[in-house]
């Protein structure tokens, strides 16, 4: 077996640890004769795995009794939807654009109310985050949304915005448990499990409990109102039972490395690695303002088109996969998520290093 130092954006690598486990639990789970994939969502095996999932989940981010957590499906692209449908009471909302992702889930709401661009860093390619200290909040906004990691161009929100008051919704799909976070200044925080946490097809809805009401949108189906969900512990309907069993095993994996204090560290410590390369480097650089620096998504380029397709296809052959930047920005981008071993972001750059030497 030969696995590859995998720098996918998502779905992307996960800890060799909970993968074994689950392998070594795949025909009979715990004595039960059959696996995770093959068991009631109703059993009695079944209702600890997600119970705990939940309780680990809450230990690892401190989460306050009145917030739910939820597992949903549809992925982080069906909460584009679901948020304004359950949380425009005024049909409201203000959106800081820093992002394709916060640019979908701007376009979506807008068909459900008012959707309201605040801030965007479109005219600089996304490269950075607006100074969102005092923007112009909606005297009704219900709500004000960001994309607090974007994926796809590298930016991290390092503060909060400030809200002036108003509800904060926040997807953190691709930061999600890479640091510590303080839920209680979010109304809620989400994001899709595949880029930090487990498999596709798992969405994770940290909600405080006065954002879930009767009170949805007319036409809201009954399976996307957090209210159906919240009410029946994510067992309103067979829920993506071993997506979730992974999401358990992986938040597990996270508490025995310390939590979120000792995460942040370790990836402070990788992402230094290459952007300090990148900082020294005649050939790479990086396309993100520094002070916006994501710690999970690392985007840069040679400024060649050519020399960047070179480069990916002789990382590849080297055992360094999906180091292509996004189709929309070219490029190349290394997302070193949780996952991601010391080891793989030194190797990377040791083989920057050569390449450069190369073709320099
Ligand atoms: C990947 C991603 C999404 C989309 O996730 P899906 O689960 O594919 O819908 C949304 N937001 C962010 C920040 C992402 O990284």
Known sequence: MSRVYNFSAGPAVLPEEVLKEAADEMLDYKGTGMSVMEMSHRSKAYDTIIKEAEADLREIMNIPDNYKVLFLQ?????????IPMNLMKNKVADYIVTGQWAKKAFQEASIYGKANKIASSEDETFSYIPDCSDLPVSEDADYVYICENNTIYGTKFHTLPNTKGKTLVSDVSSCFLSEPVDVTKYGI?????QKNIGPAGVVIVIIREDLITEDTLPGTPTMLKYKTHADNDS????PPAYGIYICGKVFKWIKKQG???AMKEHNEKKAAILYNFLDESKLFKGTVRKEDRSLMNVPFVTGDAELD??????????GFENLKGHRTVGGMRASIYNAMPIEGVEKLVEFMKKFEAENC
Do not use: D, H, R, W
């Open 259 to 261: 939590g979120l204090e």
């Open 189 to 193: 925080i989400y994001g899709g499990v």
């Open 235 to 238: 067992l309103y309907n067979t």
């Open 309 to 318: 397709a070179k480069f990916v296809k002789e990382a590849k052959e080297a």
């Open 74 to 82: 549809g992925g982080a692209s069906q909460q584009f939807a679901m």
